[in-house]
Structures are given as C-alpha cells and as structure tokens.
C-alpha cells in the first residue's frame, strides 16, 4: 500500500511537471516525441507486466479509451489517466499511454495484446518504464 501511494505521488508530480513544461514551451513543433524523463537516480522503473488478452468487441475502459484489438496502451491501477510513459522490454522501447485501471493479478502493469505484441512480450514479465517528458524548447 505504500509502494502505491508513493507511486501515485510521483506519478502526480510527474504529471504537473509535464504540464508546466508543456505550457511554457507551447510553441514547439508537435511531432516531436517527448524524451523519457529519467526516475529518481537517473535510470528506469522496474516493474511487473503481463499482457492482457485481446477483447472480442470495442469497449470503454474506465479512463474513456475504446478498447478493441488494436489499442495500444497500459492498465495501472494509480498512474493518471493518459499519462504518457515510454515502456521498454529487451532492446524495444514504445512510447504509450495509461488507458485504463487495473492489472491481471502479479503484475504491476496490464500490457494491450497490440502493446505486448510490439514489444514481444508473452505472459509476465518484468519491464522497464519512464514518465515520458514534454519536449525541450
């Protein structure tokens, strides 16, 4: 319970930070990928993933995203909704977004069929994340 609380508390600064940066650098060119922004001593979040089965139909999830076979996103339980964050496994790194809550039981993070086909992860495994960051002006 802890663990989540603080991640909720970074995620929320994380969040803030983005928008004030966003703002103040408004007139930068929009088809920049944002950098990763890097986690407390430089490096990367380490976390528990599993890939979640695809749905036979388009659904909302509770972050109002449609959900269908082709989605790409995440499913965590405290990070803000659409917050984008860059997820990596081996030597793939995508950028996505949080897109709904929750996670399949012994994992931190619920990976879209699509999202875990990109990356190529099958079952559970542990991933690397970061906060993505809004571009430099």
Do not use: N
């Not at 995620?11 to 929009?30: H, Q």
């Not at 986690?39 to 089965?53: D, E, T």
């Not at 495994?125 to 002006?137: E, N, T, V």
């Amino acid at each position: 319970m802890l663990r989540l609380l603080a991640l909720a508390a970074v995620a929320l600064l994380a969040v803030v930070v983005t928008v004030a940066l966003k703002r103040e650098g408004s007139d930068s060119s929009a088809s920049a990928l944002p950098a990763a922004a890097p986690a407390p001593g430089g490096g990367w979040y380490k976390a528990r993933a599993a890939a979640l089965p695809a749905p036979a139909k388009s659904r909302p999830t509770d972050c109002s995203v449609a959900l269908s076979a082709k989605t790409v996103g995440v499913m965590h339980p405290v990070l803000p909704c659409r917050a984008q964050l860059y997820v990596e496994f081996g030597k793939v790194r995508v950028l996505t977004r949080v897109i709904g809550r929750g996670s399949p039981a012994r994992s931190e993070f619920g990976l879209t069929k699509a999202l875990a086909d990109e990356l190529g992860l099958h079952g559970l495994a542990q991933i690397k994340w970061r906060f993505a960051a809004a571009p430099s002006p």
